[in-house]
């Protein structure tokens, strides 16, 4: 419940801080990578429930749903590149992948890997498609931290997803990262 509620405290709290899709921010390079996916609360959230599903799902998805949104994600910065890609749409496709992955935790959804791979892959696609944008002078040092970071979240999250009280955290989890995902989504509307 106080998960829930710092959780709900910080959408609230830091609106503005939710994207950070627009321009570099901080160092470029492996430190900007590294630190980029702790900038903004939709990278945070994103990774985590990325983890937490695939942790409480287990068995084979434990390792291809994370495995999928890194590909994607890779895929995504590799072209976003150059090409600008942090456009109102990519930004949409990034509040929606919280909306969708808050629904997969909220009603602990049980997909196919068939189902459940593809979906996670597509949001990855966006998350990569906002950095690639953002890369700065060296695209592969950025890339390779942003990676990393994004890895390291999503093995957090699958902690989190293995936790005896899971079934609550999913339930909690699920409905702050919806209504974040709902907030961004509508902030990009205006």
Known sequence: MRFGILLLSMIILLPGEASAHIGIHGPAGLAGGLMHPFSGLDHILAMLAVGMWSGWLGGRFRWA???????????????????????????QGVALSLVGLGALLFFRARLPLMVGLPLVVAFGLFHGLAHGSEAGDDPWSFMGGFLISTALLHLAGLLLGKLPLQAGLLRIGGTGITAAGMLLFASQLS
């Open 65 to 91: 749903i994370p495995a999928g949104f890194l590909g994607a994600a890779a895929a995504g910065f590799l072209i976003g590149v150059g090409e600008g890609a942090a456009s109102a749409l990519v930004e």
